[in-house]
């Protein structure tokens, strides 16, 4: 099972929407909703800010938003904040004999 | 509050086994799924693999099976990761997680700080 591909980077100034998207296939991220988005700050374990597609869990900021369209995922982040600067992966179930895939990553940098 | 800790990890030779421990607290471990997720040095997240949460389905990623076997002792509130046959590309940091309440293991929701496994002749 590869890995769900996402952009090596994504930038944005202060205040903008930006939005990262998470492409797979027809065995994961087109055949279910089972898809969730963590964000990593360096050092630290990640946090998971999305699930099942567009659900935030308690807790987690408004200004993040997830959707989905056929096998590509998306999370917009709106009000771009410098707090905001870090790592985010997706991640799908998968059909496939290794059932949790995650993406490949994008560091969300703020200019 | 509710907190993972990790622990086990180190310098491990190739063809060397470890055992990581994770130690719940804050929160009714039985009633959880729980997951091992590593990511290696500069690299993404990789998941490796999961117990419900009364420990009778298991599961493991096609990279680490027959090699790696995940237990839980929800007496003592403790989670394991026994690692056997490591190779070079098993040098990750080990998370532990936990399973988002009522979504068995597809979203991890609490996560530990990891624990460095260093494979290394």
């Known amino acids: 099972q590869s890995a769900l591909t996402q952009p090596a980077s994504v930038s944005g100034s202060p205040g903008q929407s930006i939005t990262i998207s998470c492409t797979g296939t027809s065995s994961d991220v087109g055949a279910n909703n089972y898809v969730s988005w963590y964000q990593q700050h360096p050092g630290k374990a990640p946090k998971l800010v999305i699930y099942?597609?567009?659900n935030r869990p308690s807790g987690v900021s408004y200004r993040f938003s997830g959707s989905k369209s056929g096998h590509t995922a998306s999370l917009t982040i709106s009000g771009l904040q410098a707090e905001d600067e870090a790592d985010f992966y997706c991640?799908?179930?998968?059909?496939?004999?290794?059932?949790?895939?995650f993406g490949t990553g994008t560091k969300v940098t703020v200019l | 509050q509710v907190q993972l800790v990790e622990s086990g990890g180190g310098l491990v030779k190739p063809g060397g086994s470890l055992r990581l421990s994770c130690a719940a607290s804050g929160f009714n471990f039985s009633d959880y799924y729980m997951s091992w997720i590593r990511q290696a040095p500069g690299k993404g997240l990789e998941w490796v693999s999961y117990s419900s949460s009364s420990g009778r389905t298991i599961h493991y990623a096609d990279s680490v099976k027959g090699r790696f076997t995940i237990s839980r002792d929800n007496a003592k509130n403790s989670l394991y990761l026994q690692m056997n046959s490591l190779r070079d590309e098993d040098m990750a940091v080990y998370y532990c997680?936990?399973?988002?309440?009522?979504?068995?293991?597809?979203?991890?929701?609490?996560w530990g700080k990891g624990t460095t496994v260093t494979v290394s002749s």
């Open positions: 099942d597609v567009s």
């Open positions: 991640s799908s179930y998968t059909s496939s004999s290794t059932p949790l895939v």
């Open positions: 997680a936990r399973g988002l309440e009522g979504w068995d293991y597809y979203y991890m929701d609490v």
